[in-house]
């Protein structure tokens, strides 16, 4: 099948790359440019509307406002190959989702969400967990690409969004984790317990799972090297929240987390993972951070 893919950072490069090696012809673009053969078996093409001239093109782009400028104000969906389905894997806001497809809908595209749970280690190996919304036709007609990509694709409904909202709460709750650990951590080390002995208890006792076994180890080895970005996580929890007042509610355990993170990236641990988090709850840093909106103005 004739692909296009537009965004090649770490994700989006494993991903691109698993495209081509299932046989596919991968036409891709990236906004800065990259050299010849740095990802093997795709093709790379000289601007973004040449990837919407293909059956189905992927983005992989930072955040709503990097959508709006690289796909929708040049119009390249209104210039877009007929019959083309695009497939948003970034993780972006419910509205914006929503919006997102009704503007495909009058440009008489194809639109799914399908934002992904995984590292750039885990794309590369094709175990991605995938959330997909979208039309039953639509995604029946992408899941055979999806197939070398992950290890398992979960369908949410017929409402992309519902793929956007389930990967915000995964996120916000992958946060949530890292900062309760730390605070575990704050109250066995101030006793003497060693925090690898005090993860192999809760791992071998109440919280097995991904999550905390990732993330301790993290926090246990002080390691952290960006697998996701700490002020990409920040944008994702403000998504969160107003994905929560939209709603009507306030959330106050995601409004906690935020502002732990926001004060690991306004100290200048953006580009860490965001399990850094945890060590600015361990070591005390940074006691009077700035409100984090403030902070995410500057990012």
Known sequence: MLIGF???????????????????DVRAWNRTAVAPGTVPDVTLVADAAEAFQTEVAFTMLSDDAVIREVILEPGLLERARAGLIHVVTSTISVAFANELARLHENAGLGYVSAPVLGRPNVVAKGELNILVGGRADLVDAIEPLLAPLSKKVWNLGEGPAQANAAKLAANMMIAMAIESMAEGVVLTESVGLDRTRFFEMILGTLFAGRAYESYSAQIAEGSFEPGFKARLGLKDLRLAIEAGSAAGRTLPMLEAVRERLGEAVSSGLGEKDWSIMADVTVRGRGRSPAPAAAQEKHQ
Do not use: D
């Open 6 to 24: 537009i965004g090649l950072g770490s994700m989006g490069t494993a991903i691109a790359r698993n495209l081509a090696k299932a046989g596919h």
